[in-house]
């Protein structure tokens, strides 16, 4: 059984830092691609950045380029998401997916609950 647990969310003022990471289990995490997405309170489920199982990538979004580094250790199963220079525009629930084989980042398979970014000061 596919699962996803993320961990690392909080509270961050604009300008800081949060990491996120993602333990995955129940299937072979390096034979997939994975992504990371968010959803803004009242808005909808937007893909941040992702990686596909050869190790291209990864890719982001115009919104995550520059800030958000994505980064996957296979003997841990581990994706992670380094985001640096928060804004309160990065306020959501982040959550970690398995991509739909052969298909694009954005489209997932699983995910997982989420962990919640709040930027504020």
């Known amino acids: 059984q596919v699962q996803l647990v993320e961990s690392g969310g909080g509270r961050a003022q604009p300008g800081g830092s949060l990491t996120l990471s993602c333990a995955a289990s129940?299937?072979?995490?390096?034979?997939?691609?994975m992504s990371w997405a968010r959803q803004a309170p009242g808005k909808g489920v937007e893909w941040v950045a992702g990686i596909y199982s050869d190790g291209s990538g990864p890719h982001y979004s115009d919104s995550a380029e520059g800030r958000f580094t994505l980064s996957r250790d296979i003997a841990r199963s581990t994706l992670t998401l380094q985001m640096d220079s928060l804004t309160p525009e990065d306020t959501a629930l982040y959550f970690c997916?398995?991509?739909?084989?052969?298909?694009?980042?954005?489209?997932?398979?699983?995910w997982g609950q989420g962990t919640l970014v709040t930027v504020s000061s």
């Open positions: 997916a398995t991509v739909r084989p052969g298909g694009p980042l954005y489209e997932f398979d699983n």
């Open positions: 129940g299937f072979s995490f390096n034979d997939n691609s």
